[in-house]
């Protein structure tokens, strides 16, 4: 990373690859911790499971929504779906680290990601996970990774980056429900898991009769 103040003036950020020569260098090498893909028949199994849960919401949450105006999904009620996430080392907000955002997850997916959701820890876990995967102590193919969303990772129009997230000191507007969504959304998946354990035990869900994945 170079400080934005200090990049040539056809970088668009001062973040790139390790071994690449500029921002999205087209001859970037290959991931070695800086993309994971899940089991897409897992993935779309929890999903179908989930996808129609009615997930809580209160006042706060839909008076910050209605600050959004010029996003649809961001003043939708809450609801699942199914995206790309980004880990970073940093609390980062803002328009222009939002755009840095989705650029950065279509450049490590080959355009075939949406950025979704950000945190910090899922990189990590699936690295650690992928560790334990190669001596035969786990099964990297079952990581599922649920992410609920408290606040957003852009400002309202009229207020300012900095300004708005400052704000959140005081908390987040959606933190409680969000909280929730999570119980609710991951209970169901494990309670099925668990129900169905005599078939999951060697058989991932989502998997057809030969064992592929769909």
Known sequence: EIDAREIPEDWPFGYFARYTQRPFDKDKPEPTGEMYQLNSGLVNWAFELT?????????????????????????????????????????????IMNDWANQWVKY?????????????EDTGTYLSLSWLDRIGRVDKQRMLV????????????????????????????????????????????????IAGWDQYAEQLPGQVNSGQVN
Not at 64 to 92: C, E
Not at 109 to 120: D, L, P, Q, Y
Not at 159 to 168: F, G, R, T, W
């Open 146 to 193: 649920l992410r609920t969303a408290s606040n957003y990772t852009t400002p309202p129009p009229g207020v300012s980056a900095a300004d708005n997230l400052v704000s959140e000191i005081k908390g987040y507007s959606g933190l409680s429900i969000a909280v929730e969504s999570a119980y609710l959304v991951a209970s169901k998946v494990a309670d099925s898991l």
């Open 108 to 120: 490590w997916t080959k355009g075939k990601g949406e950025f979704v959701s950000s945190a910090m």
């Open 51 to 95: 996808k129609d849960i009615q997930l809580p919401d209160n006042e706060q949450a839909r008076e910050h929504r209605k600050r959004y105006t010029q996003h649809l999904m961001a003043r939708k009620p809450p609801f699942v779906l199914k995206g790309d996430h980004i880990a970073a080392l940093t609390f980062w907000h803002g328009e």
